[in-house]
């Protein structure tokens, strides 16, 4: 009787922590802009252990256009972004769509209404503005997708450089 209390136990244990480690992921395509060629952006989210809060991390690594002088810290960066837990599926999207917007800790994030995105219809256009204003990050949600549900994002990074301005990098869902 005591074994299968303590299996049952460590069963539960093992899928706790299965649930609180599990992330989701995104590779995105990082389409041409006006100085660079593409690369490759990947999102991931990972739950935190307060099982309130997900923490999403965005890499990106852009390869620049020949003889373009763009800084080698503009090439490659992480944009890291707190967001609640219920966005690792649709309701915290639907939630969103309802109050509009909701403010975090430190950053703001804005449902800006329902778009179309190929065959899919309805998915949920959502803009995330950190606080200090360094950046911001469009995406478009549908549950459909697989990983983080983003079909497209745009990271528009705000610098001081006049070459640069508001960069913007736009990525697209990877498909193999």
Excluded: C
Excluded at 75 to 99: H, I, N, R, V
Excluded at 113 to 130: C, E, N
Excluded at 152 to 166: A, C, F, M, S, Y
Aim: glycine letters at 8%; hydrophobic letters at 40%.
């Amino acid at each position: 009787m005591g074994t299968s209390v303590g299996m049952k136990v460590l069963f539960l244990s093992l899928f706790l922590f299965l649930q609180a480690s599990a992330s989701e992921l995104s590779t995105f395509d990082i389409l041409p802009g006006k100085l660079h060629k593409g690369g490759v952006l990947t999102a991931a989210g990972v739950p935190e252990a307060d099982g309130v809060n997900m923490n999403v991390s965005v890499v990106y690594e852009i390869r620049k256009r020949d003889l373009v002088p763009v800084p080698s810290q503009y090439l490659k960066g992480t944009y890291d972004q707190k967001l609640p837990a219920q966005f690792m599926s649709e309701q915290g999207y639907l939630d969103l769509e309802k109050t509009k917007s909701i403010h975090l800790e430190d950053a703001s994030v804005e449902h800006l209404g329902r778009v179309a995105m190929g065959a899919l219809s309805d998915a949920h256009l959502i803009h995330i503005i950190p606080d200090n204003h360094r950046s911001e990050m469009f995406l478009v949600y549908h549950p459909s997708i697989p990983g983080l549900g983003w079909d497209q994002l745009k990271l528009v990074l705000h610098t001081e450089i006049p070459l640069l301005g508001d960069y913007v990098i736009e990525g697209k869902l990877h498909t193999p």
